[in-house]
């Protein structure tokens, strides 16, 4: 029997990144256009959570909380998830846009957004629900990781051999 679904080559293949062929330019459009589309969805779902608001004062709820908010344990993995993922891709927008024309006002824009979203999740978030350490912890991760990248390509960096002392070239596909 032929299986129809599959025609033995990978299909993503095509659609890899592959240095020689992609336009960096290119590669950072993209990059950006998903960065944005991320920060949109993860700000729009922290402004407005998931299920909405309580619209009134009664049954143990206050009105301008989120419903989501008294299922703790699951709004807290929420919150903390597209918390850390507005905050991953404002760092890539920011780094992305390095150098770029109105940089300056676009890291406002972004700091901006991100306290306003902090503000938001402030809001409609009762109290007792959630430990906003945690959270202010998620938002910070990506910053933190980028640091200790830098350090590391720094460190490792002036610790390496010229090219041309180096016997072997280590290429790593993704």
Known sequence: MINRLSTGKSWYKCFRYEEGRDKPGDVRNVMLVVASLIASVTFQAGVNPPGGVWQDNSSGHVAGRAIYAYQSEVYYVFLIANTLALSASILVIISLTYRFPFHLEIVIATISMIVTY?????????????RFRYVIAAASVPYILQIFIQLFNMVFKNNEKPESENSEKVVLNY
């Open 118 to 130: 902090s503000s938001a999740i402030f809001a409609v978030t009762p109290d007792e629900s959630v």
